[in-house]
């Protein structure tokens, strides 16, 4: 079965630093989104992305964070400037414009630890 | 996007039916439910959706009364692995879903 992955699976990073996290989506999907979850709370909407460009985001979606596709596999997000408040789980997910934007496949995400 | 409402926690024991319910009174014409589960640390995983009456798969059941102002998934004799958050979303298929918000969804506790 199709699934999508995420790399890596956890990373540790300075304050200030930058980092990208990286995440294949299902081959014949073509509508891509991340989100984050802090320890012990929600799901939080970032961002999601179609047609080469964003559709939506949210409002923690500011200057310090970007997303791309850099070729016709990978699906990026980079956060310039880390902060301490960014140490988060980070979810990756596709959806088929078959099937429906709202029936999306979740990646296992990437554990970010900010010290 | 039309709000939900789920209980915050349920408690359940092995083999029993579990009947989680969301409120979704402004749900709109071109509204699907869609239910997901997550276990801790992974994803949320989708299990269900539908638009009206009843849907059933191989994990659970999802029946929406007529007038689509809540739904119920309905989780046929659970056991110790079903131990989870379930959340209830409600949005247009392919408009509404770009900006997908969770609920703090519904903590099922399965017993032994």
């Known amino acids: 079965e199709p699934e999508v992955t995420q790399t890596p699976s956890h990373q540790v990073t300075q304050m200030g630093q930058e980092v990208i996290l990286r995440c294949v989506p299902i081959s014949n999907h073509l509508y891509f989104y991340w989100y984050r979850q802090i320890l012990g709370q929600k799901v939080e909407f970032l961002v999601s992305?179609?047609?080469?460009?964003?559709?939506?985001k949210s409002e923690i979606f500011d200057d310090q964070f970007s997303v791309e596709r850099p070729d016709g596999s990978n699906f990026t997000l980079k956060i310039r400037s880390t902060k301490l408040e960014d140490s988060a789980m980070y979810f990756c997910?596709?959806?088929?414009?078959?099937?429906?934007?709202?029936?999306?496949?979740f990646g296992p995400g990437t554990r970010l630890t900010v010290t | 996007l039309a709000k939900t409402t789920q209980p915050i926690s349920m408690d359940s024991y092995e083999g029993q039916e579990v009947n989680i319910t969301c409120s979704h009174n402004n749900i709109a014409t071109n509204d699907y439910i869609t239910w997901y589960q997550q276990f801790p640390s992974q994803g949320p995983r989708f299990i269900i959706q539908?638009?009206?009456t009843k849907v059933t798969n191989e994990v659970a059941s999802l029946f929406i009364p007529a007038d689509r102002k809540s739904s119920t998934l309905s989780l046929p004799r659970v056991s110790l692995s079903d131990t989870a958050v379930y959340y209830c979303l409600v949005g247009g298929r392919n408009t509404g879903g770009f900006k997908t918000i969770f609920g703090a969804g519904t903590r099922l506790f399965v017993k032994a």
């Open positions: 997910a596709s959806s088929d414009p078959g099937q429906g934007a709202f029936e999306q496949y």
């Open positions: 992305f179609y047609n080469n460009e964003i559709s939506e």
């Open positions: 539908g638009y009206k």
